[in-house]
């Protein structure tokens, strides 16, 4: 069996758990995000078939072809929502495109709500129809996880339980169905997804259809992340980590092409940026400011932040 390069914790101890196993949640998912800034979450109440049910529809959308997979491309929105075609995003300290295209689903409002010129309607696959119907359950099932995590993240950092709670309700966060076509010659000098680290504030990520999800260690080596079946992986963004004044790690971490044999392969994942509001301070938390840990970020908003990190990553002009 192959070595686990990330801890793991149960959730149920947290949502069901007695009061000392929900401090042992929150003591394990806090030294994790501290020490490693990944962790696998089983238990997480992400139903499965809802999860298998968007992978088969997302196989569906990307094997379109390309003219009818670009009728979905939206001008003036970044990325935001809608397809995103191969060749675009690249990470932030490259110029190379990452190999892969993706689709992205945004939060969902009501016409007429008062946020509604924030988060613009999400976009309809008419060719799959199911794909719309089960983005938006696995859409609210991983905010309704992201959430209970959050909390026990904000009990770790001595915050009130429901700190998170009123800045990710009606949050920006993102849902991504990602798709590493195969390879059919040698690469020039992409990888599948070149080292980054995430923006928001948490992403949830569902086992990938193909390996080749590493991160960086303190030791400067990559190391094989391989979640086990029915779990998730977890990982701190960038937010979370400036509002931490860089107690919790935000890790790099990238997708490596596959070995020539399994070029024939194609890869699909699916993550959930978990996003506040855009008006949330990120403010370092005067308790993470410390004589060995100084001040670190000058402050900036959510919303600021994300616009910032969208042009330096192509999204965004």
Known sequence: MQKRTIPVVDLDKFTKGTDAQRQEFVNEIGDAFHKVGFVGVVNHGVPQEVVDGFYNRSKEFFSLPVTKKRGYLLDGLAGQRGYTAFGIEHAKHSQVADLKEFFQIGQYVDPGHARKAEYPDNVKVDEVPEFNNLSEQLY????????????????????????????????????????????TNEPKSAIRSEQHEDINLITLLVGASAGGLQLLNADNEWLDITPEENEIVI??????????????????????????????????????????????????????????????????????YLDQRLREIGLKK
């Open 140 to 183: 609210k099932a991983f905010e309704k996880s992201g959430g209970a995590l959050l909390q026990a993240i904000a009990l770790h950092l001595n915050l009130e339980e429901g700190y998170f709670d009123n800045y990710i309700s009606e949050g920006n966060s993102i849902l991504r169905s990602i798709h590493y076509p195969p390879l």
């Open 235 to 304: 990982n701190v963004g960038d937010m979370l980590q400036r509002l931490t004044n860089n107690y919790l790690k935000s890790t790099t971490h990238r997708v490596v092409n596959p070995p020539k044999e399994l070029w024939h392969v194609p890869r699909l994942s699916i993550p959930f940026f978990l996003h506040p509001r855009s008006e949330m301070d990120l403010t370092c938390l005067e308790s993470c400011v410390t004589e060995d840990r100084p001040l670190a970020y000058e402050s900036i908003t959510a919303g600021e």
